[in-house]
């Protein structure tokens, strides 16, 4: 799956996964997930991606955003439309979070706790 496109939205959950490490140290995502087309399985050939993401507080800003929509198209060998979950519109918003097939939601103390 080098150098291909995703098929699905389980393969583009799969990916994002893959590189959860990185979503969260270098990008301080809160929450990523898949919403549209590809939930939907009405994707066609050179459809975008459209991701939902939430950031950590204080790491929404204008370059955290394009670098991460950059990784995105890398990884995902595709076009993004990268949504942040913060600036969906209203008449959108239901739909759009009813539909949304996360791959990474943190929790509220993003570390687990260690037993013993």
């Not at 993004?80 to 913060?86: A, C, E, S």
């Not at 918003?93 to 939601?105: D, G, P």
């Given at each position: 799956m080098k150098n291909k496109r995703p098929k699905n939205a389980n393969e583009i959950i799969n990916i994002l996964r893959l590189h959860i490490r990185d979503l969260e140290e270098r990008f301080r995502v809160k929450e990523i997930?898949?919403?549209g087309s590809y939930v939907r399985d009405e994707q066609k050939r050179g459809s975008d991606i459209d991701i939902l993401v939430e950031f950590k507080e204080g790491y929404k800003t204008f370059d955290n955003y394009m670098e991460l929509k950059f990784y995105l198209e890398e990884i995902l060998k595709s076009e993004?439309?990268?949504?942040?979950?913060?600036a969906i519109r209203?008449?959108?918003?239901?739909?759009?979070?009813?539909?949304?097939?996360?791959?990474?939601?943190?929790?509220?103390?993003?570390?687990?706790?260690?037993?013993?």
């Open positions: 997930g898949v919403f993004i439309d990268l949504v942040l979950k913060t209203e008449e959108l918003k239901q739909s759009i979070l009813s539909e949304v097939n996360y791959a990474y939601r943190s929790e509220q103390n993003s570390r687990p706790c260690e037993e013993g």
